[in-house]
Nanobody
Framework: QVQLVESGGGSVQAGGSLRLSCATS????????MGWYRQAPGKQRELVAT???????NYADSVKGRFGISRDNVVNTAYLQMNSLKSEDTAVYYC????????????WGQGTQVTVSS
């Protein structure tokens, strides 16, 4: 059974930091591209950051220089370090695990709420 479990969300004041974790099980984590997405009320889900199985990272322009995505293949966990948080970062943050080949898969976590107050 595949599980992606996010943690680390919460409420923080603008300028603060949070670190999200995505603990996975049931997948070969080292072969998966991991991503963080977010969805604010009334908006579509959007990409925040991704990290390939080889460690290549990609960020949305809105978070470049403030957020950092990383992964630990020993504990099968992906992380999102969020610094200099802004009120517009308020959203539910979702973890994603994807592999295109072989035996493709695409899994989502249940989401964790991040609320930034100004």
């Amino acid at each position: 059974q595949v599980q992606l479990v996010e943690s680390g969300g919460g409420s923080v004041q603008a300028g603060g930091s949070l670190r999200l974790s995505c603990a996975t099980s049931g997948i070969i984590f080292s072969t998966a591209a991991m991503g963080w997405y977010r969805q604010a009320p009334g908006k579509q889900r959007e990409l925040v950051a991704t990290i390939s199985s080889g460690g290549t990272t990609n960020y949305a322009d809105s978070v470049k220089g403030r957020f950092g995505i990383s992964r630990d293949n020993v504990v099968n966990t992906a992380y999102l370090q969020m610094n200099s948080l802004k009120s517009e970062d308020t959203a539910v943050y979702y973890c994603n695990a994807m592999r295109r080949w072989p035996n493709p898969f695409n899994y989502w976590g249940q989401g964790t709420q991040v609320t930034v107050s100004s």
